[in-house]
């Protein structure tokens, strides 16, 4: 079974400009979630959807960010405009349930911001 | 105070020794708790989940589990240059999903 896939895997662009990471679950997963890896604060959650609706988006960190799930099978987080400081590593992780059962984590999209 | 802490390391083992990580976390509701080991540059890997208080055993790993001291631990038997990876705690407490900020184990050969 394909698991978690993101793309781009590497993005590096131009402070100002507008980022969009993609994301496609595990065929099944209920539940999809957005996360940072920072070296300084490690792993952030930044928003999870379950059954294409947002449900948590305390960790967004400002208005800049934004997410969207049109379907069960594709998820978008954009970054506009990018900054310097949200030079990271975003993790998309799918789950059947939130309660449970683990997260599957994709290969993550390592995002630098010039 | 943090849900999920670790001790951030780095925990350095002889090849061989046993490696133990440990867990400490907040909600005393949490129902699930899990271990993820990530590689540099790599994605969190799942190894080893556990549900029930005691221990449950996979191949050289060992999770532990103490709900009333709310501390789960990982034990690495036999370890391995492989095994040198960061290591995340990760609790769901039936609502949230929450990580710890990882410990860096080292095997040294």
């Known amino acids: 079974d394909a698991g978690v896939i993101q793309s781009p895997r590497h993005e590096v662009t131009e402070m100002g400009q507008e980022v969009t990471l993609r994301c496609k679950p595990i065929s099944g997963h209920d539940y999809l979630f957005w996360y940072r890896q920072t070296m300084m604060r490690g792993l952030e959650l930044l928003i999870y959807f379950n059954n294409n609706v947002p449900i948590d988006d305390s960790g967004m960190p400002e208005d800049r960010f934004s997410a969207k799930m049109p379907n069960a099978s594709f998820s978008t987080l954009k970054i506009q405009p990018s900054e310097p400081r949200d030079s990271a590593v975003y993790f998309c992780?799918?789950?059947?349930?939130?309660?449970?059962?683990?997260?599957?984590f994709g290969d993550g999209t390592r995002l630098s911001i010039l | 105070q943090k849900e999920v802490e670790q001790n951030s390391g780095p925990l350095s083992v002889p090849e061989g020794a046993i490696a133990s990580l440990n867990c400490t976390y907040s909600d005393r509701g949490s129902q699930s708790f899990f271990w993820y080991r990530q590689y540099s540059g790599k994605s969190p890997e799942l190894i080893m989940f556990?549900?029930?208080?005691g221990d449950k055993e996979d191949g050289r790993f060992t999770a532990q589990l103490n709900k009333a001291s709310q501390y789960v631990s990982l034990l690495i038997r036999d370890s391995q240059p492989s095994d040198s990876a960061t290591y995340l705690c990760a609790v769901n407490t039936g609502n949230q999903f929450y990580f710890g900020t990882g410990t860096s184990l080292t095997v040294i050969p």
């Open positions: 992780a799918s789950s059947p349930t939130n309660s449970n059962q683990p997260q599957h």
């Open positions: 556990i549900y029930s208080n």
